[in-house]
């Protein structure tokens, strides 16, 4: 099996005691949605917050095309539309794209694909 180097965020390492509160955590992730309107909302803020986090901490995009967000104390980077780098404005609109096409019941699956320049 080969390995690939990735870049990574030099300040992204953090103590995982101090991430996950068990407070709110079960408010936040609940292991039952109740409604199907509540689903497809749990759905788009996985997805935006997953994708965003995968590309910030591989360097994919400065830090300016990030927002500063907290989830129960977690802090996160979320990738804006409007921004200055036009790549990441592209694949943010791409987001946003698929939580309508999710909205509208047209999405099955979603695939996010990182290719590494050789």
Known sequence: MSRTGQKTRTNAKQDV????????????FPAKMETETKSC???KKLLAV??????????MFPEEAYSNRSMDGLPLKI???KNSCKAAATLASW?????D?????Y??????I?????
């Open 50 to 59: 997953s994708i965003s986090n995968i590309t910030y901490l591989r360097s």
């Open 79 to 81: 990738l804006m539309e």
């Open 95 to 99: 987001l946003v794209g698929a939580f």
């Open 101 to 105: 096409a999710l909205e509208r019941k």
């Open 114 to 118: 990182i290719y590494v320049d050789p």
């Open 17 to 28: 005691k101090n991430l996950v509160q068990a407070g709110n955590w079960s408010k936040t």
């Open 41 to 43: 909302v749990f759905v």
């Open 107 to 112: 999405l099955r699956e979603l695939l996010f």
